[in-house]
């Protein structure tokens, strides 16, 4: 019953009041005191605050916030005040609530809840014999491709020489040494077999392309050749969110020129420009469908939430396939196919 009495006097205070934050910063302490793995948490939004006056200096808070894992590892020195938020993982906060004792010059924790458990991601035990993504820049790569080229070059049919194009995904096994799966294609060049017995500067590449799947298994201590499998097709290799990336800098043809454009090239058409009664009526449907735009927390009682304790920057998982989109591509003759086709 006296419990009961005493939250019936709590009444609501400021989120942004500096007593509240200091209570916050005190409960977000000790939560990460408890921490034993992963990263400690940040504050991210104080949602509201409530306290109860005792006789005295004293005062008991009751606050809700949410917060956001941080870059710094649980257990460090590091204060969590000098972290920032992790980039990758949940974009949703965590939320938590607290109560804390305070005085005139102490915040005193007396409990601290933040619902994690949902949000957790069990850390992978690292796999020593699974394949691995390799970054297409790598040098670890030069042996493999090389490797792979070669092997089309030597056992197609084709009169002419190949060259590398593009590398669209490489990944490396740890087998009875390093087993490369790789995805890429290539380009047929002006050099033929019967003149030239490797690629070369003047092999200049036209517009005839292969992809290609290859298997290479290398042991680089044994000093043995290595082992390829690989399997080609017509065409550029089909369009995935791995693929249409440059090639390492150590491919044999990176600085040959491509031919000039030709100049009965038409330039794009561009749809005209919306009028403005288009636009007014669109922007009249928008005012009605959507909320008010206005997030100023001192526009709302007690100015709750408050606003964010820093600006949280998750990672874009599709800023990487929009650079490949906004690339410029290479012309090329009427009738052929276009990278930009692979991406319509």
Not at 20 to 31: D, G, I, N, R
Not at 178 to 201: I, N, Q, V, W
Not at 226 to 246: D, K
Request: glycine share 4%; with cysteine.
């Amino acid at each position: 019953c006296r419990m009961a009495s005493m939250f019936s006097m709590f009444v609501l205070i400021f989120c942004d009041d500096p007593s509240v934050e200091k209570a916050v910063h005190s409960a977000v302490h000790k939560f990460n005191q408890e921490v034993l793995t992963g990263h400690k948490l940040a504050l991210y939004q104080i949602l509201s605050a409530s306290k109860v006056q005792f006789n005295g200096s004293e005062s008991l808070y009751s606050v809700q916030f949410t917060s956001r894992r941080s870059d710094c590892p649980a257990g460090s020195s590091k204060p969590w005040t000098d972290c920032d938020y992790l980039s990758s993982g949940s974009k949703k906060p965590i939320p938590c609530n607290a109560t804390v004792l305070m005085t005139e010059t102490e915040a005193d924790t007396k409990e601290v809840d933040c619902q994690i458990e949902e949000l957790v991601v069990p850390e992978r035990v690292s796999c020593m014999g699974c394949p691995k993504e390799i970054d297409n820049n790598s040098e670890d790569l030069k042996v493999p491709v090389s490797a792979s080229i070669a092997k089309y070059n030597s056992d197609s049919n084709s009169t002419h020489l190949f060259a590398l194009h593009e590398l669209g995904y490489a990944t490396r096994q740890v087998v009875a040494g390093f087993r490369y799966k790789l995805k890429f294609d290539m380009r047929k060049t002006t050099c033929t077999k019967a003149e030239h017995k490797e690629l070369h500067e003047r092999c200049v590449p036209n517009e005839e392309f292969v992809n290609c799947n290859s298997t290479v298994d290398t042991a680089p201590w044994r000093l043995e050749t290595p082992a390829v499998m690989i399997q080609c097709e017509l065409g550029l290799l089909p369009f995935t969110p791995f693929s249409r990336r440059r090639p390492p800098g150590f491919s044999p043809l990176r600085h040959v020129k491509h031919e000039h454009p030709s100049s009965t090239t038409s330039p794009p058409t561009t749809a005209p420009p919306p009028s403005k009664a288009s636009v007014k009526e669109d922007s009249s449907e928008e005012d009605l469908s959507a909320p008010s735009s206005s997030s100023d927390p001192n526009d709302s009682p007690f100015h709750c939430p408050a606003k964010p304790w820093k600006p949280f920057h998750p990672v874009q998982v599709g800023l990487e396939k929009t650079k490949v989109e906004e690339a410029p591509t290479q012309p090329t003759p009427e009738g052929t196919l276009k990278d930009t086709d692979l991406l319509s």
